[in-house]
């Protein structure tokens, strides 16, 4: 049996594709990174909470996906299923049902500590995200299925979580907080726009409409540029505003990464899914590299003496 725990670890963590945390986690560490350059009043205990809350909604998130596209049969036999644990057969969908719904009460109930300390704006953010989470492709709403996946991962998983996390830490609403989510939005969004990239092909056979589907291939790729270049320009604004501080010009040490994506979307067409196999995880290492760089940039911008 002790032999066997570990295997099991491993198999919950790849069926909640643990890999993805990050997109969660780097949200929380930019507002708390702000907060320490801003300076409101911050009860630091409540950050671990935040972040378990994060990555939990993440995770519960991530199965309800797998468990309706595959109930749905959009992932069998597809060899680029982001879930596999299902498609093989590892785990059942009672079991990535069950755990997901379990997941997101976990999330709740602990929500409810950050609600305790910051009142009913509190929950309407936690039930927000938690039904963003849960609806991305439940019944009766499904609503990655009508295109608006896109749109609604940049708002839950940039402004949404960016603002909420820095109100669960201090209590406040700043509107610097808002901008500077945005360029993590763009980024986190890009990542769901060069996965539907890929799956173009194999999501319009199986009659799904992501936003990917609905616009075309070539419109897609635009999407995704403007996402990569939206996000530089975004950060290079708020520097040039002072909003971020000098140090932020790191972010575009990233850039060639960036360009790296781009390239390989450039070069690519709809047959091409093997040439995009992890285009996602490349996406995803951008969002987490860039989300780095500016969490450190943030810190070291902070006031000397405050």
């Known amino acids: 049996m002790r032999n066997s725990d570990p295997k099991q670890l491993l198999i919950w963590i790849k069926a909640c594709r643990g890999y993805s945390f990050t997109a969660s986690i780097i949200p929380c560490f930019i507002s708390a990174s702000l907060a320490l350059y801003l300076r409101p009043q911050a009860d630091w205990l409540l950050l671990p909470v935040?972040?378990?809350c994060s990555v939990l909604l993440h995770a519960a998130t991530n199965l309800t996906n797998d468990y309706y596209d595959f109930?749905?049969?959009v992932d069998q036999g597809y060899e680029f299923a982001s879930g596999r644990c299902l498609v093989d057969a590892v785990?059942?969908?009672?079991?990535a049902k069950h755990s997901a719904l379990i997941l997101f009460a976990i999330t709740f109930l602990l929500g409810l500590a950050l609600v305790a300390q910051r009142g009913p704006w509190?929950?309407?953010l936690g039930i927000a995200g938690i039904c963003g989470g849960?609806?991305?492709t439940a019944a009766p709403v499904a609503y990655k299925n009508f295109g608006l996946g896109d749109i609604l991962v940049f708002l839950l998983m940039g402004p949404l979580m960016t603002v909420g996390s820095y109100f669960a830490l201090t209590g406040d609403f700043n509107i610097r907080v808002l901008l500077v989510s945005l360029p993590i939005g763009c980024l986190v969004?890009?990542?769901l726009a060069s996965n539907n990239i890929r799956d173009i092909k194999h999501d319009r056979e199986m009659k799904i409409r992501t936003f990917a589907a609905v616009i075309g291939y070539k419109n897609a790729k635009v999407e995704f540029y403007l996402l990569i270049i939206s996000a530089y320009l975004c950060a290079a604004l708020l520097i040039a505003l002072k909003i971020l501080p000098l140090y932020s010009l790191a972010v575009f040490l990233s850039l060639p990464l960036a360009f790296k994506i781009i390239f390989e979307i450039k070069n690519s067409a709809p047959q091409d899914a093997g040439k995009l196999a992890i285009i996602d995880v490349n996406a995803a290492n951008l969002h987490l590299i860039f989300g780095l760089l500016l969490i450190i940039s943030i810190i070291l911008g902070k006031p000397i003496g405050s």
């Open 134 to 136: 849960y609806f991305y």
């Open 91 to 95: 785990l059942t969908p009672k079991q």
């Open 50 to 52: 935040i972040i378990i």
């Open 189 to 191: 969004t890009a990542i």
């Open 122 to 124: 509190m929950l309407v």
């Open 71 to 73: 109930k749905k049969g």
